[in-house]
């Protein structure tokens, strides 16, 4: 069983930034394609960036990419998404998500198999 606790959400001027955080317990990081998601109110659930099991690889969907950045600390066996310049439309609850079944590439939500609790991001404008 993997565990999954986000951390670092809050509210937020448009422009700035914030870093989110994913401790995770019951299997390390590295195992696992390891990403965030984001559900607006009234909207699906959405992909915004993930990590290959190597570390190697990095995907972000289009309207992040250039100011969100995800990483990962083995030693903390903690993901995180840095967050700039920080719009009001990226206004949302933010999941870590974890895949144990894929090394690399976008994960879909059908196919993660552990979820965080998640963490309120609101951007004021």
């Known amino acids: 069983q993997v565990q999954l606790v986000e951390s670092g959400g809050g509210l937020v001027q448009a422009g700035g930034s914030l870093r989110l955080s994913c401790a995770a317990s019951?299997?390390?990081?590295?195992?696992?394609?390891m990403a965030w998601f984001r559900q607006a109110p009234g909207k699906e659930r959405e992909f915004v960036a993930a990590?290959?099991?190597?570390?190697?690889?990095?995907y972000y969907t289009d309207s992040v990419k250039g100011r969100f950045t995800i990483s990962r600390d083995n030693a903390k066996n903690t993901v995180y998404l840095q967050m700039n310049s920080l719009k009001p439309e990226d206004t949302a609850v933010y999941y870590c998500?974890?895949?144990?079944?894929?090394?690399?590439?976008?994960?879909?939500?059908?196919?993660?198999?552990?979820w965080g609790q998640g963490t309120q991001v609101t951007v004021s404008s």
């Open positions: 990590m290959s099991r190597s570390g190697g690889s990095t």
């Open positions: 998500a974890a895949d144990i079944h894929i090394r690399m590439g976008i994960p879909t939500t059908r196919g993660i198999d552990y």
């Open positions: 019951g299997r390390t990081v590295s195992t696992c394609l």
